[in-house]
T-cell receptor, first 113, second 115 residues
Framework: NAGVTQTPKFQVLKTGQSMTLQCAQD?????MSWYRQDPGMGLRLIHYSVGAGITDQGEVPNGYNVSRSTTEDFPLRLLSAAPSQTSVYFC????????????FGPGTRLTVL | QQQVKQSPQSLIVQKGGISIINCAYE??????FPWYQQFPGKGPALLIA?????SEKKEGRFTISFNKSAKQFSLHIMDSQPGDSATYFC??????????????FGKGTLLTVNP
């Protein structure tokens, strides 16, 4: 199993550009989440999904859109990138269960100029 | 509002020493408390986790101590090794029903273990 994969690893955007961060998992996990990691801030939840066709907002959703058309994929879209969205983005997946682990991908480092 | 407070921000320990990282939470609905370890350039990985029905959980050199009344929990790394040098995050979630997709993280502790 590849686990959770994310593409691209690095990306530089100009203010106002749009892009999609890709996330895929091959563990048949129902739950998927997007976090952003900023220095000194820990990881903060952007959006999450509890199954195909179901998404909801996390702590910091503004400026981001998500959709979940399949169990495997959970892309994160930036419609109009802003410098404040410069961050490292992590996708994670997990199965329902009281003690089930949330598995994280390797991250995408995004810089918005 | 920061729901999980983590300290210290950074920690330097000599090889063989004990590393202690502390976290406190505010939301009494939290009932699952994992610790994640992150190496530079990598995603976080689960290290150890605890539920509030126990006061301590040990896995090898890693121990979580949990104080429900004080709403505090801590990670102890015994016999710290240079390979333990990483950033450690505590987290919490209302896990009832298996809702482990909404982790609230502390801000992280950068641990350096000197040889």
């Amino acid at each position: 199993n590849a686990g959770v994969t994310q593409t691209p690893k690095f990306q530089v955007l100009k203010t106002g550009q749009s892009m999609t961060l890709q996330c895929a998992q091959d563990m048949n996990h129902e739950y998927m989440s997007w976090y952003r990691q900023d220095p000194g801030m820990g990881l903060r939840l952007i959006h999450y999904s509890v199954g195909a066709g179901i998404t909801d907002q996390g702590e910091v959703p503004n400026g981001y859109n998500v959709s979940r058309s399949t169990t495997e994929d959970f892309p994160l879209r930036l419609l109009s990138a802003a410098p404040s969205q410069t961050s490292v983005y992590f996708c994670a997946s997990s199965s329902p269960g009281l003690n089930n682990e949330q598995f994280f991908g390797p991250g995408t480092r995004l810089t918005v100029l | 509002q920061q729901q999980v407070k983590q300290s210290p921000q950074s920690l330097i320990v000599q090889k063989g020493g004990i590393s202690i990282i502390n976290c406190a939470y505010e939301n009494t609905a939290f009932d699952y408390f994992p610790w994640y370890q992150q190496f530079p350039g990598k995603g976080p990985a689960l290290l150890i986790a605890i539920r509030p029905d126990v006061s301590e959980k040990k896995e090898g050199r890693f121990t979580i101590s949990f104080n429900k009344s004080a709403k505090q929990f801590s990670l102890h790394i015994m016999d710290s090794q240079p390979g333990d040098s990483a950033t450690y995050f505590c987290a919490a979630t209302p896990n009832s029903g298996g809702s482990n997709y909404k982790l609230t993280f502390g801000k992280g502790t950068l641990l350096t273990v000197n040889p």
